[in-house]
């Protein structure tokens, strides 16, 4: 008798337990059932700013709620990024982050969170290429004559960053590994400011992102020697690429993704993911990303964990090779 009582008892919790999972896939399947927040570690204006905000509408039409966009800048990122580290692992609160996650890991900076524990990525929006441009009064027209240029005098050329340890002086550092050059840096508050200077004539060479300079390279007002995608881009095809212009196989891009909370349930990682992929589909906004020099790369969260480790590598060992410091 004890023995049938025992499997009697088995038969219904396991009957209870089964009647849950209804309930519980339910309750995954109905995420989200109110607004969630789309925090941007920058102020607004820029880049992330631009594309989080239009991303942020075609999942909010998606979803059925509100995707909200909050800034908030500083410290280089990472307050945002800590911010949405330490908020509550049930996808309500996300990141809009991009390249400088693994510039900031890679530094040696003691940060606040840990960048592969206490974030969960979502998936990747895209990435847009940097260009090689130079000040007019630059005796070189194209990347190989900048590079004998450089070579030749050690040091001589100045270039401008919008810091140190962001992603255009390690982009830039990076290059001149590659084209084994030497270069001074001279870091800026903002990469505006590296402009004026390389119009004025005291900086020689800069590495911006392709939409923000494109206006100053049309205007005549400094030059583009190369790009540093693997292909051309169509916002500007009459600039070759690196490995066209004389430097093979170098390639850098910035990218933009989504990053949550570590430990969020793997069924809401998954249904924001399938939506950003859709999104990201959509003409309008493989459109909007183009304005901004930008293709589109829809995949898995693993996809965006691999490219994320390779870059903290990438990184960390040119901060060590050429004993950057950064505070």
């Known amino acids: 008798m004890s023995d049938f009582r025992n499997i009697s008892r088995r038969m219904m919790l396991a009957a209870g337990a089964g009647a849950l999972l209804p309930l519980q896939a ?28 239009m991303v942020g509408a075609k999942l909010s039409t998606r979803l059925g709620h509100a995707v909200v966009i909050e800034n908030k800048g500083g410290g280089g990122g990472t307050l945002g990024t800590d911010f949405v580290a330490k908020s509550p692992a049930d996808g309500y609160t996300l990141l809009f982050a991009s390249t400088s996650v693994t510039t900031n890991a890679a530094s040696g900076k003691k940060l606040p969170y840990d960048l592969f524990k206490d974030l969960q990525p979502i998936g990747l929006l895209g990435a847009t290429p940097f260009v090689i441009v130079v000040g007019n009064q630059v005796k070189a027209n194209t990347l190989s004559e900048f590079i ?59 590495l911006p992102t392709l939409a923000s300079v494109l206006p100053h390279i049309r205007g005549g007002k400094m030059r583009a020697l190369a790009i540093t995608s693997a292909a051309r881009s169509p916002l500007a095809p009459e600039i070759p690429t690196a490995s066209e212009a004389g430097l093979p196989d170098f390639q850098l891009e910035a990218w933009y ?8 349930p793997a069924a809401v990682v998954s249904k924001l993911n399938t939506e950003l992929n859709w999104a990201l589909t959509q003409p309008d906004v493989k459109e909007a990303m183009a304005r901004e020099a930008a293709t589109t790369t829809p995949g898995a969260p693993e996809q965006f964990t691999n490219l994320m480790k390779s870059e903290v590598n990438r990184w960390s060992k040119l901060i060590t090779e050429k004993n950057i410091q950064i505070d």
């Open 26 to 53: 339910n309750a995954q399947a109905a995420f989200p059932t109110k607004p969630i927040k789309l925090v941007v570690p920058f102020t607004p204006g820029g880049s992330n700013d631009i594309l989080s905000r």
């Open 257 to 264: 993704g989504l990053l949550g909370p570590a430990n969020m």
């Open 148 to 206: 004998a240029l450089a070579r030749a005098n050690p040091k001589a050329v100045n270039y401008g960053t919008a810091g140190i340890g962001g992603i255009n002086h390690l982009g830039t550092e990076l290059f001149a590994s590659a084209a084994k050059i030497e270069m001074t840096h001279v870091p800026y508050k903002g990469i505006g400011h590296a402009f004026t200077d390389l119009m004025g004539g005291s900086l020689q060479m800069t």
